[in-house]
């Protein structure tokens, strides 16, 4: 059998390198002191960590539950606020505070990639802002300031859109007190000019039967006017972003369609219900939660629609996009509902058309001056709901851990040891080569 000419013979090799012990020695402790250097001159690295956690009725609730965006991926506003983390506005006032040379000051997701590791850990509710520095000082303060700026931009976003939603809500309630002191007035002149100062059986019978569709009225014209203030607050802050204001044209969407069908007829039989029963009858409260169960249904599925459609946007484009567009919905949905109720109570008044015009005409401007009462009402109430609303969404992100000092004793980097080990394997091999080279001369 003819031997292999390209075999090497380990115990010839090793006899070699054994005959050159000295060398093979001196070049495996070489590289094995020079890493050992290396591991004493590399900076020092130091981890600070500040851990939050996102509130699951926060902003989600706020800004109308947000689909998760897929299985298995982060859930939405999670992921939206660790890329909100990685922000300009977020990390420029934290480079600004290191105080880089004008050439060697890194951009935003430059610092981002080199200098922290925001996480989801397990994918749960938390995020973890972890700061990597040279001295512990400092790399506390980066994760401290990471997470402060975050709050502050979450906080001034927040009374921002509110601000703008309470400025139509203001608006509104303005407009709301001046038609109802106008009501009233029409009432007072038609009373002294017939001289009707106490309502008789016969106009408390009218009112009586006409409660819930005025009960009905009221609530949709709230539902309008708060709707149409927070559809108006979305497209401004759409522009404020430099966006065109666009609303996704979703009334081609059959589950849409028919979820809209269904909440105006279960309006009607709400309206039907409250002329029977009062607020807490068992009928009653089963209507109010299939309602609620039906809008819940319409605003996922509107939610869902806009989300495969907002793939190019910021997470902060997309949230009021996604408000916008509820906005316009919820307004349809609403507008919807009061013509089916108003033409229920249409035909409901011609039933009473046999009554004398007088007390028709009375009961109706009594009615009139409560459903604008009501409506004053329940705009002051809604208002005030939605300062309240400002100051809870600004902590929709929570801290748990604040960021910690790391012992100086207790770096994350250099890791000696492993340097030290990698340079005895960079020598060994290093060695083995050369004990080849003198191998192969000898053949």
């Known amino acids: ?62 800004t109308t539950a947000l689909a998760a965006l897929g299985a298995g991926r982060l859930n939405a506003p999670t992921m939206s606020y660790i890329e909100l983390m990685k922000t300009r506005t977020v990390i420029e006032p934290v480079i600004d505070l290191l105080e880089f040379e004008e050439d060697e000051r890194p951009t935003a997701e430059k610092f981002a990639k080199t200098y922290l590791e925001i996480t989801n850990p397990k994918e ?35 009374q921002q859109t509110q601000s703008l939603l309470l400025k139509f809500l203001e608006k509104r309630i303005v407009e709301s007190k001046e038609a109802s002191e106008v009501a009233e007035e029409k009432l007072l002149i038609f009373s002294k000019e017939h001289k009707i100062y106490s309502p008789d059986d016969q106009v408390k019978n009218v009112v009586t039967q006409m409660a819930s569709y005025d009960k009905a009225m009221a609530d949709f014209e709230v539902s309008i006017q708060s709707e149409q203030a927070s559809l108006d607050a979305a497209n401004a802050a759409l522009e404020d972003q430099k966006m065109n204001s666009r609303i996704y044209n ?38 109010l939660g299939e309602l609620q169960q039906l809008e819940n249904s319409l605003h996922s599925e509107v939610v869902a629609t806009v989300d495969s ?36 109570w249409s035909k409901k008044e011609k039933e009473l058309g046999k009554l004398p015009d007088e007390v028709l005409e009375y009961a109706r401007l009594q009615r009139n001056v409560s459903i604008q009462n009501e409506v ?68």
Not at 37 to 44: D, E, G, N, Q, T
Not at 388 to 393: L, S
Request: a positive charge; hydrophobic letters at 45%.
């Open 1 to 62: 059998m003819e031997r292999n000419d390209d075999s090497i013979d380990l115990s010839r090799l090793f006899q070699i390198m054994g005959n050159h012990k000295s060398v093979i020695v001196g070049i495996i402790s070489i590289c094995t002191i020079v890493a050992v250097v290396i591991s004493f001159a590399l900076p020092k690295q130091y981890a600070s960590t500040t851990l939050v956690q996102v509130r699951s009725d926060g902003s989600v609730g706020a």
């Open 124 to 158: 749960s509710n938390l995020i973890e802002v972890k700061a990597i520095w040279e001295n512990p000082e400092t790399a506390q303060q980066i994760s401290k300031a990471v997470v402060d700026n975050f709050l502050q931009m979450q906080t001034d976003m927040n």
């Open 250 to 287: 979703i009334s081609d969407n059959e589950i849409v369609q028919s979820l809209r069908s269904q909440i105006v007829a279960k309006q009607l039989e709400l309206v039907g219900l409250r002329q029977s029963y009062t607020e807490k009858h068992p009928s009653l409260q089963k209507a």
């Open 309 to 344: 459609n907002v793939v190019t946007l910021n997470p902060a484009q997309a949230e009021i996009l996604k408000k916008q567009v509820l906005a316009a919905v919820d307004l349809s949905v609403t507008k919807a509902s009061k013509k089916a109720v108003e033409a229920e």
């Open 376 to 443: 004053y009402l329940n705009l002051v109430k809604q208002s005030e709901q939605s300062k309240i609303k400002a100051a809870m969404e600004s902590m929709d992100v929570q801290i748990v851990d604040p960021a910690n000092l790391p012992r100086y004793d207790k770096p994350i980097a250099p890791h000696k040891k492993l340097i030290t080990l990698l340079g005895f394997l960079i020598g060994c091999a290093i060695a083995l080569g050369y004990g080849t080279v003198l191998y192969n001369r000898r053949k």
